[in-house]
Structures are given as structure tokens and as C-alpha cells.
């Protein structure tokens, strides 16, 4: 493993609730503060649901494309469903990324409050009913997404740890929030293309923390600023890879990375992989974190709601923040 990596933490620390989760927080500060990205083992997600996961998600990419098409994320208007090949393009190549997707979030009624509101990722999801084992697909998306928002909670209250807070201010943060879990498949692609194919383009993440399920076929690359190259995230078998998006960086007057990552598939075989974006809830005010201010310029940024950001960063990049996939909410990359 290429010692310039994100480092590898165990998060067994946060459950034991003993000393050594000092050293806990402060790993995980320095990995914010040097690469925005770290990944995690001894979590409390049980491995038999990743398992489940990365089966049910293989079992609907097997699906033929009209069937997945009857599931498109385009329609029904809650940005939730299935993104088909090519559908996205960061870095603006000649084809688009090679990959195809789905998303979920919380299924959330239609007369719930938020979704009344239109609060941004709020809604109902979408079940394929072809798959062999449609109700376990459901139960297993349903049980793995709530689980992820408890881990997502669990690093938030450490994230507020390491920058001095107690866990509090997070509290609202985390309530009814922006959860979206994405099932992504990727191809093999050639790997002696003259233009270089992408899997997904180099890219930063909008909201605020990304925790990343990946399958053992490698290909995840993240950009290290200090050495200042494309680094492997090697896979570890069960762990998650953590990353910081571009409203934390921003809640932290930038002293948290979001930083850029791409995926080449060039292993020869499928890659699966699962990530999940957790941007808190709409109505919470994103304002510098106290002790993030600038001795000088203070604040950089002024106060904006997450519902506001996350509308907001679409609109910058497709203008237009409705009837689009959530997924798409990424910054252009600039490198
Ligand atoms: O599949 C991966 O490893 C990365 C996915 C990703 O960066 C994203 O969906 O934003
Ligand atoms: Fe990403």
C-alpha cells in the first residue's frame, strides 16, 4: 500500500468509550485536515448486511436495461431510481462516466412534513420488483440505510470532537437529514484507451461527510495535496472510506478538505460499490463552526441552510435545482 494512502482508523475506540478514543479523535482531525479522507474499520455495520447489499445491488444491474429503465430516476420527481450508463460526465470527455446507478434515501410518505415542504432529498423511494427477492431487496436497502445514518451520526460526533466542540451543536444537524445511498456499477474499461476512460471523472462531494462501501476490484482514487498525485484507495475488506464534502469544508471555514477522487476501473473485472451522502437536515443553518474563524478574515462565508447549499451547488452546475439526480450533486472538478 502506497504509504501516501488515506490512512486506515479504527473506529473500535468510539464504542469502547476508553481512552484511547482521544487518539481516535485526533486521527481522524489529522486526516480531515491533510486529506479529507480516511477509511474505517471496526464500525458497528455488520458485515452480513454489506454482504447483502453489494448482492441485491449486483441482482439489479443484472436486470435487462428496459426493466431498469422502468425505474429511471427522472421520472416520479423525488430524484430517486436508476441512472443509466454515461449519464453523468465530470470531466467532460468525449463519453460520458462509466458507470450506471441507483438511489435511495429515507422512503418517506408523501404527506411527511419535509416532503410536503419539497425540502431537498426528501421523498418517497423507488423498489425494483424484478429483482429474484424483492422484498429481501427492500428490507436490506431500508436496514443498511438506517444503519448508515447512525455510523453517519456516530463520525459526526467525533468530527465535532476533533475540532474542540461537544457533540450537541450536531444534534439538529442530524436530525431528518439528507441521507441518499447509492448503489454504483462500473464496467471493466480498457486500460490501453488513448483517452482514458472514467468510471466517475475527478470530482469533490457537496454535502457533508461521503462513507463509501467498495468491493475488493479497486480503482478508487483519491488526489493527495501534500504529495501532490493520485493515490489508490486500496480496498479493505468491510471498512468504509470516509470522505469530507464541500459543505464541511465550508462549516469549517476551510480548514477541512473536500478533495477530489475518480474511479478507473481498468481491473478486468465488474466493481460495485455503495456510497452514502450525509448532509444533515435542510432547515439547519451551515455557519462557521466557533473556533474555525480566521484570525484575520473572520468567517469566510455567510450562513446558508442546507437545503439552500445543496439546491444551490445543483443549480451552479445544471441550472436548475429540480428533477435531477441527487447523486449529480457534485462540484465540477477542477483539476
Ligand atoms: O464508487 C466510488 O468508489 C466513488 C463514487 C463517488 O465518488 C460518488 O458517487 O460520489
Ligand atoms: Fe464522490
Not at 493515490?231 to 464534502?245: F, H, I, Q, R, S
Not at 466493481?271 to 466557533?290: A, D, E, K, Q
Request: net charge negative; aromatic share 12%.
Amino acid at each position: 500500500m502506497n504509504p501516501n494512502e488515506p490512512p486506515i482508523i479504527d473506529f473500535a475506540p468510539f464504542y469502547a468509550n476508553h481512552s484511547t478514543k482521544k487518539d481516535l479523535i485526533h486521527q481522524i482531525q489529522q486526516a480531515c485536515e491533510q486529506f479529507g479522507f480516511f477509511q474505517l474499520i471496526n464500525h458497528a455495520i455488520p458485515t452480513e448486511l454489506q454482504t447483502a447489499v453489494l448482492q441485491h445491488s449486483t441482482e439489479f444491474f443484472n436486470l435487462p436495461l428496459e426493466t431498469k429503465e422502468k425505474y429511471n430516476q427522472a421520472t416520479g420527481g423525488f430524484n430517486r431510481g436508476y441512472e443509466r450508463l454515461r449519464s453523468q460526465n465530470f470531466e467532460k470527455r468525449t463519453k460520458g462516466d462509466l458507470k450506471e446507478g441507483f438511489y435511495f434515501g429515507k422512503d418517506l410518505p408523501l404527506d411527511d412534513v419535509y416532503v410536503v415542504q419539497r425540502r431537498f432529498g426528501q421523498g418517497p423511494n423507488k423498489y425494483p420488483a424484478e429483482v429474484p427477492d424483492a422484498e429481501g431487496f427492500r428490507r436490506v436497502m431500508d436496514e443498511y440505510h438506517d444503519a448508515m445514518i447512525e455510523l453517519a451520526v456516530a463520525i459526526m460526533q467525533v468530527i465535532a470532537r476533533t475540532l474542540g466542540l461537544d457533540e450537541e451543536p450536531f444534534g439538529d444537524f442530524c436530525d431528518h437529514p439528507v441521507s441518499i445511498l447509492r448503489l454504483l456499477h462500473y464496467p471493466s474499461q480498457e486500460a490501453d484507451s488513448s483517452d482514458l476512460e472514467r468510471g466517475i471523472g475527478a470530482h469533490t462531494d457537496f454535502g457533508a461527510i461521503t462513507m463509501l462501501l467498495q468491493d475488493d476490484t479497486g480503482g478508487l482514487q483519491v488526489w493527495n495535496n501534500l504529495s501532490s498525485e493520485w493515490v489508490d484507495v486500496t480496498p479493505v475488506p468491510g471498512a468504509y472510506v470516509v470522505n469530507l464534502g464541500n459543505m464541511m469544508m465550508r462549516w469549517t471555514n476551510d480548514r477541512y478538505l473536500s478533495n477530489l477522487h475518480r474511479v478507473i476501473n481498468t481491473s478486468g473485472k465488474e466493481r460495485f460499490s455503495v456510497p452514502f451522502f450525509f448532509s444533515g437536515n435542510p432547515n439547519y443553518t451551515i455557519r462557521c463552526l466557533p473556533g474555525c474563524e480566521d484570525p484575520e478574515e473572520g468567517a469566510r462565508y455567510p450562513p446558508v441552510t442546507v437545503h439552500e447549499w445543496m439546491a444551490g451547488r445543483y443549480a451552479d452546475t445544471y441550472g436548475t435545482s429540480d428533477g435531477k439526480a441527487i447523486g449529480e450533486l457534485r462540484q465540477e472538478p477542477d483539476a
